[in-house]
């Protein structure tokens, strides 16, 4: 398996523009979380899902976030707008119940919103 | 509550022991890990201990839980220059949720 693929790598954008991050969590995996690394903030749990469904958004900063998981091979983490406090390293990972609850991330994404 | 707490920075010398402490607030957890992050890259699992568990060893890695105490520590013999990285733990298994939550990792340099 080629593990947790992300989406752009890096992503460069304005104030106030619409920002969409992606990912594809390991295959038959059944849970898929999404995460924000600042230097001031750490490793911040925004969402997760199990089995296509989201279980716990109460790390969603605002009502400017919103992630969405249409299939289990594909999941999308929206921004908009966007702004300069929300440029961070936004990781994807994703999980197998069962399998000692190991996640395996993916290599992120850099946003930086100008 | 849920909290993790690390120390910030380590620095250690090639062949020496490292060891990474860990704090935890949350006794309910399930599973508490050890994560490795190089700069510009994701978060790499090392290794995990149930909470059942003692101890765990795995080559040059040895976990050791304690969980009267909520501490978790990973020692990381002879260490190498390719050890320098962000060290974090993260527990789950939290009060019967499933979602993982990470300490603020732990900064290990590597003198040659």
């Known amino acids: 398996d080629a593990g947790v693929i992300q989406s752009p790598r890096h992503e460069v954008t304005e104030m106030g523009q619409e920002v969409t991050l992606r990912c594809k969590p390991i295959s038959g995996h059944d849970y898929l979380f999404w995460y924000r690394q600042t230097m001031m903030r750490g490793l911040e749990l925004l969402i997760y899902?199990?089995?296509?469904?989201?279980?716990?958004d109460s790390g969603m900063p605002e009502d400017r976030f919103s992630a969405k998981m249409p299939n289990a091979s594909f999941s999308t983490l929206k921004i908009q707008p966007s702004e300069p406090r929300d440029s961070a390293v936004y990781f994807c990972a994703s999980s197998l119940l069962g399998s000692g609850g190991k996640a395996f991330f993916g290599q992120g994404t850099r946003l930086t919103v100008v | 509550g849920e909290d993790v707490e690390q120390s910030l920075f380590l620095s250690v010398r090639e062949g020496d022991s490292s060891v990474i402490n860990c704090t935890y607030t949350?006794?309910?957890?399930?599973?508490l890990y050890w994560y490795k992050q190089e700069p510009g890259a994701g978060l790499q699992l090392l290794t995990y201990i149930f909470s059942n568990m003692d101890m765990k060893q795995d080559q040059r890695l040895t976990v050791l839980l304690n969980k009267k105490d909520k501490h978790l520590s990973l020692r990381i013999a002879d260490t190498q220059t390719g050890d320098s990285a962000i060290y974090f733990c993260a527990e789950s298994g939290i009060a019967g949720t499933y979602k993982y939550i990470f300490g603020t990792g732990t900064r290990l340099k590597v003198l040659a």
């Open positions: 899902f199990n089995n296509n469904v989201p279980i716990d």
């Open positions: 949350d006794s309910s957890s399930t599973y």
